[in-house]
């Protein structure tokens, strides 16, 4: 697990090699991903949006940005932990995702930015 604790919000990434998604033949590969993110802070919070950075060895590095996740935008009570799932698609067995949240504080709307640890998007068979 891949753990970054920024502004008081601290976000812990799992990554997994999903077989049963990836094409056969080698074009595909499938990989899913877990995402924590806890609410250290003595206030609420609210994630309002997300920007990635996905780098795939064998293809053009990507941008992702959009409203909240998983198409939500949580509200996090302090010590509150929310919690998903979602995945990526590259065309090589070799990559990473990086990025950071926005969030926004509920009491004031002030809003800040918290890094997504970078994490590998690795074929087990090319970790040996």
């Keep these: 697990m891949i753990t970054a604790i920024t502004e008081g919000i601290k976000i812990s990434v799992e990554s997994h090699y999903k077989s049963e998604y990836s094409r056969i033949d080698g074009s595909t590969y499938y990989f899913d991903y877990r995402i924590s993110i806890e609410n250290r802070n003595p206030f609420t919070v609210q994630l309002m949006r997300r920007d990635w950075f996905i780098y795939d060895s ?14 939500q935008q949580p509200i996090l009570e302090p010590g509150e932990i929310y ?9 090589s067995e070799i990559g990473y995702m990086t990025g950071h949240y926005t969030f926004q ?12 640890p970078r994490f590998e998007l690795i074929l087990p068979a090319k970790l040996n």
């Excluded at 590095?61 to 198409?71: A, D, H, L, N, T």
């Excluded at 504080?105 to 997504?116: R, Y």
């Design 105 to 116: 504080v509920t009491a004031s709307g002030k809003e800040f930015p918290v890094m997504i």
């Design 58 to 71: 064998l293809d053009a590095p990507k941008y992702v940005s959009g409203e909240g996740v998983v198409g």
């Design 83 to 91: 919690t998903y799932s979602s995945g990526c698609e590259l065309s």
